[in-house]
């Protein structure tokens, strides 16, 4: 049973901290990694994708990948209010399997 | 612009009325699945397809029927609805076929089947 787990939150920062969300996974052979932003009602959309092993950054936003202890984390720097979303992190593995795993997200709220 | 496009947005039906959710994207993309969001549930999907011709069942694909005629159109039929189907509904495609990159997400149509 492929499994990609979060703390559903929420997690609440102040404006101008760092929010630090994280996803682990269950299927050792996962190669792909994503994570998503949804706001309230709309459709997810991508933030940070991330293939290897370390960190990836992207504007105030760092996933960083650990596949031997099977986690991957957003960070995401000076927080602002319209951060505030569910993120979802999604695991694909290597091939055999076409089908993404999503986590249930965590919600975040960035408070002024 | 590019984008993947579903309809209905919204549609309020009753049990075992036939229904067809559309969708279509403009990128050329080989891979498209459905996913049904259901509170403390995530995303799961339903069907995915690599290719025209090419489709296959997701984790949840029971009560639903896919087709994939052409490369930018991926339908998702509900021959007979039940209360159950009542969700959230994604379409979203992906350029590489095997489903490894980034997946881009229609706008959602909520279904509520009574």
């Known amino acids: 049973q492929k499994e990609v787990e979060q703390n559903s939150g929420p997690l609440s920062v102040p404006e101008g901290a760092i929010a630090s969300l994280n996803c682990t996974y269950s299927?050792?052979?996962?190669?792909?990694f994503f994570w998503y932003r949804q706001y309230s009602g709309k459709s997810p959309e991508l933030i940070m994708s991330?293939?290897?092993?370390g960190d990836k950054e992207d504007g105030r936003f760092t996933a960083q990948l650990n596949k031997a202890s099977q986690y991957v984390s957003l960070l995401i720097r000076d927080s602002q209010p319209s951060d505030s979303a569910t993120y979802l992190c999604?695991?694909?593995?290597?091939?055999?399997?076409?089908?993404?795993?999503f986590g249930r997200g965590t919600s975040l709220i960035v408070h002024p | 612009e590019a984008q993947v496009t579903q309809n209905p947005r919204y549609l309020i039906t009753v049990t075992g009325k036939k229904l067809t959710v559309t969708c279509s994207q403009n990128?050329?993309?080989?891979?498209m699945s459905w996913y049904r969001q259901d509170p403390g549930l995530g995303l799961r999907q339903i069907y995915y397809?690599?290719?025209?011709?090419?489709?296959d069942k997701g984790d949840v694909p029971e009560g639903y029927k896919v087709s994939r005629k052409e490369k930018r159109n991926f339908p998702l039929i509900l021959e007979s609805p039940s209360p159950n189907q009542t969700s959230l509904y994604f379409c979203?495609?992906?350029?590489?076929?095997?489903?490894?990159?980034?997946?881009?997400f229609g706008d959602g149509t909520r279904l509520s089947i009574l």
């Open positions: 979203a495609s992906s350029r590489d076929r095997e489903g490894n990159q980034p997946q881009h």
């Open positions: 299927d050792r052979v996962s190669q792909s």
């Open positions: 991330i293939y290897s092993n």
């Open positions: 999604a695991v694909k593995r290597a091939g055999g399997s076409y089908i993404p795993t």
């Open positions: 990128m050329n993309h080989e891979y």
């Open positions: 397809s690599m290719n025209v011709e090419v489709t």
